[in-house]
């Protein structure tokens, strides 16, 4: 169980969920995609929001600025999560046009409003659970998805559904998070997305 618990924190990491988000919208979108697109798209994505952020991390852990890909301490976060909004920001302005792509285009804007969020809450002293944040968010995407194109997405739904309350259990188990911080990333992920709804749905 330990490993069980431990694994979900790996999988379910917040590096990955907006890259789960962009894969989930091209898998569901009845809309005819170019591959090519496609894959330039997913290609961005993961470069902007996975491979950069993790070759920061290094650049970050020399120069002493944090400690650990874990950011244990709530003062590590201020730069990964500032830098992390950038990234979000060249996202929006150069790979989701709002026009064309208007899904992607408000669940990127989510994504930076959470982030914003977290970022701002690292200097009040809050450590919420960016985890929880994540497949928060993409849970609420999922949802809007389903509601917009009329699409039974009951299996995906109680997937997600579990792997929240994995990503809770895993963070609890190893003491990296408290009640209030769960509870904060679960609401600050999905209420972006909630709230940006009136804009495309």
Not at 112 to 119: E, K, Q, T, V, Y
Not at 145 to 172: D, T, Y
Request: aromatic fraction near 14%.
């Amino acid at each position: 169980m330990n490993y069980f618990l431990r694994i979900g924190a790996y999988l379910l990491h917040p590096l990955l969920m907006p890259l789960l988000g962009t894969l989930l919208y091209f898998v569901v979108t009845p809309r005819y995609i170019e591959p090519g697109l496609l894959q330039s798209r997913l290609i961005a994505v993961a470069i902007i929001t996975i491979c950069i952020p993790i070759v920061t991390f290094f650049l970050l852990r020399n120069l002493g600025t944090i400690s650990s890909i874990h950011l244990e301490e709530v003062g590590e976060r201020k730069v990964p999560l500032a830098l992390q909004c950038i990234l979000l920001l060249l996202i929006i302005k150069f790979v989701f046009d709002p026009i064309v792509s208007p899904e992607m285009y408000y669940f990127f804007v989510g994504v930076l409003f959470s982030g914003m969020s977290a970022f701002l809450l690292a200097f009040l002293k809050f450590k919420i659970s960016l985890h929880q944040m994540g497949i928060a968010g993409v849970t609420m995407f999922l949802i809007v998805l389903s509601v917009h194109f009329k699409i039974n997405m009951l299996v995906w739904l109680c997937i997600f559904f579990i792997g929240n309350g994995w990503v809770a259990s895993s963070r609890l188990h190893t003491n990296s998070h408290t009640y209030p911080e769960l509870i904060g990333g679960f609401f600050i992920g999905l209420m972006p997305q909630l709230l940006l709804v009136t804009f495309w749905l």
